[in-house]
């Protein structure tokens, strides 16, 4: 060895990304293996306990088109997820009714999810550091607590392995232009939607990732017009599928007669809403770690705070631009947010969800990370 390099320094750079990958992977088995002694809780019990589907493959073939809150019929629950379903079959095909092998489960899925996100970010900016960092803090967000250590959280979890593993797979198709990859993408999309709803917003992080890359890149924003054309091309066929997905959905979950039209007087609850999920992914530990219902509904002055203040970094960003590439590109992150801006619109309980912000969670990593790079380079200088 040389003198003065440590192990590290002397490993080859695959060497060193297995390295991290495994760190990643143990941290996030250590981080809550705790969770394997916990018991079933509340939707636990309609899901896995009480449910027969789970229990029979002829019964889960045969309510496939069914809810997925099939009994009792709960009038706000309109969900279609049958691949989340499937997890819950298989859980049951190995462990029974022992809570522990549920939560396994939710571990390993939470634990690739690190995995994932590592991966994309190393491709995306070829700094292993840098990856493996945003990776840890995804890891420690506490918006994953409730996603990961809670039984029914699955569905969080399973339709972001899935769009993780989407995007990683078109972000390999848009630099080796092999079509293989983009089918691969465009399989684990169709899981993600068969695993949670708002995957249907795929394509437009895909759209968003395309944007941002033109923005980037000078040769990019001297294409002709038709080859922008055929680089938004392949985000078209991510949408005719969220629309078929949209129209399967309603009519198996019957979500068109749960959802309520917008009115302008929805547009308080957005900006509150918009908010809240701020202080979620940037300030998750104050005042406390979990979110507070109560001062969602009667403290307004609060979350138009922070909302505000999502106004002032976003402007921030824009203009810092050059300092903040990372952080900007992980804005597609949030689109996955979409759905649950307005609480309003689609009455379910509670309104604002932490586990909701566990793929947007990302960008408050990404961003601490570029601002504190930021901090060091001018105390260096």
Request: proline content about 5%.
């Amino acid at each position: 060895m040389i003198p003065g390099k440590t192990i590290l320094d002397s490993l080859s750079p695959s060497k060193k990304l297995v390295l991290c990958l495994v760190i990643v992977l143990v941290g996030n088995f250590l981080l809550y293996i705790d969770t394997i002694h916990y018991d079933f809780l509340k939707d636990d019990f309609r899901l896995i306990v009480e449910n027969p589907r789970i229990k029979d493959f002829n019964a889960f073939s045969e309510s496939i088109g069914s809810k997925f809150f099939a009994f009792p019929d709960y009038p706000y629950l309109h969900y279609w997820r049958p691949l989340s379903l499937f997890s819950f079959y298989i859980d049951y095909q190995i462990w029974g009714l022992n809570p522990g092998g549920y939560h396994l489960t939710n571990i390993i899925f939470n634990a690739l999810n690190g995995v994932l996100i590592l991966l994309i970010f190393y491709f995306l900016f070829g700094n292993l550091r840098f990856a493996f960092l945003v990776s840890l803090f995804f890891s420690i967000h506490p918006s994953h607590v409730e996603a990961v250590s809670w039984i029914s959280g699955r569905t969080d979890l399973l339709g972001a392995f899935f769009v993780f593993l989407a995007l990683l797979f078109f972000l390999l198709f848009r630099k080796k232009k092999n079509y293989l990859f983009y089918g691969i993408s465009f399989l684990f999309f169709i899981m993600g939607l068969l695993s949670k709803e708002n995957v249907l917003l795929f394509p437009l992080m895909a759209a968003g990732l395309i944007f941002m890359e033109r923005i980037d890149s000078p040769k990019k924003q001297e294409l002709s017009f038709s080859s922008k054309i055929k680089e938004w091309f392949f985000t078209f066929p991510f949408f005719g599928i969220a629309g078929i997905f949209i129209i399967l959905h309603n009519r198996f979950s019957g979500i068109g007669n749960a959802v309520k039209g917008f009115s302008f007087g929805d547009i308080p609850v957005i900006i509150k809403t918009v908010g809240a999920y701020i202080r979620i992914i940037l300030l998750p530990f104050y005042p406390v770690p979990h979110f507070s219902m109560h001062a969602f509904d009667h403290n307004l002055t609060e979350y138009l705070m922070y909302a505000v203040l999502g106004v002032i970094i976003l402007v921030f960003l824009i203009i810092k631009r050059d300092n903040f590439k990372a952080t900007l590109w992980s804005l597609v992150f949030f689109v996955f947010l979409i759905p649950v801006l307005d609480p309003e619109i689609v009455p379910s309980y509670p309104k604002i969800v932490t586990r909701f912000a566990y793929i947007p969670a990302i960008i408050g990593g990404v961003f601490f990370l570029e601002a504190v790079k930021i901090l060091r380079d001018r105390k260096l200088k």
